[in-house]
């Protein structure tokens, strides 16, 4: 069964501190994966995609990462920004009839 | 900048009503979707649509229909709402041909209420 797992569930992180969520995933075979941004009351915004060659795509103070290998990915925020509240959606693109399966998210919360 | 609205960001329905949920998108996008988003349960797909009248069932399609007449246009319908069915309600639209890089662009989202 295709399955995308995130950690944490949730975060609290004091701002200007970095943090990183993990995402694992069982889906085969592998298209792409991409990490969104939802903000409360929100819908999803898209933050990085990328596909089995890549390894690290960086937008602003977001890095993804990616390890087709042990089919893994992982996000990390540097310098947090109060804005960076929100909640992070890893979404793999794989599987039969190439579908989009969808993590539950990791709620991150930053602090003053 | 891709737009795709949705007609309520608030909606309260009691048991047993029909409800309507529009979503409208202005980049001319081919494809729709409708996701119910759940806490723990992440986004989950209840229909989509590839083309005017065209329907696909996701993987939750029981107690859902859709209709898409415009191209522009993707309605979900409730026939007739249980409590089972409070939840928040995305809609998605991206272009045709899928590629390993395609977005899918979401609305705001209808939180969606049954009393």
């Known amino acids: 069964k295709n399955q995308v797992e995130q950690s944490p569930q949730s975060l609290i992180i004091l701002e200007g501190k970095n943090c990183t969520l993990q995402?694992?995933?069982?889906?085969?075979?592998?298209?792409?994966l991409r990490w969104y941004k939802q903000d409360t009351g929100r819908g999803p915004v898209s933050l990085t995609i990328?596909?089995?060659?890549?390894n690290t795509k960086s937008n602003g103070r977001y890095t993804a990462t990616l390890d087709a290998d042990t089919k893994q990915s992982s996000l990390h925020i540097t310098a947090s920004q109060l804005s960076d509240s929100a909640s992070y959606i890893c979404?793999?693109?794989?599987?039969?009839?190439?579908?989009?399966?969808f993590g539950t998210g990791t709620q991150l919360k930053v602090e003053l | 900048d891709v737009k795709v609205t949705q007609s309520s960001r608030y909606l309260v329905k009691r048991t047993g009503e029909k409800v309507f949920l529009e979503c409208v998108q202005d980049?001319?996008?081919?494809?729709m979707f409708w996701y119910r988003q759940d806490p723990g349960l992440g986004l989950r797909l209840i229909y989509f649509?590839?083309?005017?009248?065209?329907?696909e069932k996701g993987d939750i399609p029981e107690g859902y229909s859709v209709s898409r007449e415009k191209k522009e246009r993707f309605s979900l319908i409730l026939e007739s709402a249980s409590t089972n069915q409070t939840s928040m309600y995305l809609c998605?639209?991206?272009?045709?041909?899928?590629?390993?890089?395609?977005?899918?662009?979401f609305g705001p989202g209808t939180r969606l209420t049954v009393l």
């Open positions: 998605a639209s991206s272009p045709s041909i899928p590629t390993p890089t395609d977005t899918q662009y």
């Open positions: 995402c694992n995933y069982t889906v085969s075979p592998f298209s792409n």
């Open positions: 990328m596909t089995f060659s890549e």
């Open positions: 979404v793999v693109r794989g599987g039969g009839g190439n579908k989009l399966t």
């Open positions: 980049m001319d996008h081919e494809n």
């Open positions: 649509s590839y083309d005017v009248k065209m329907k």
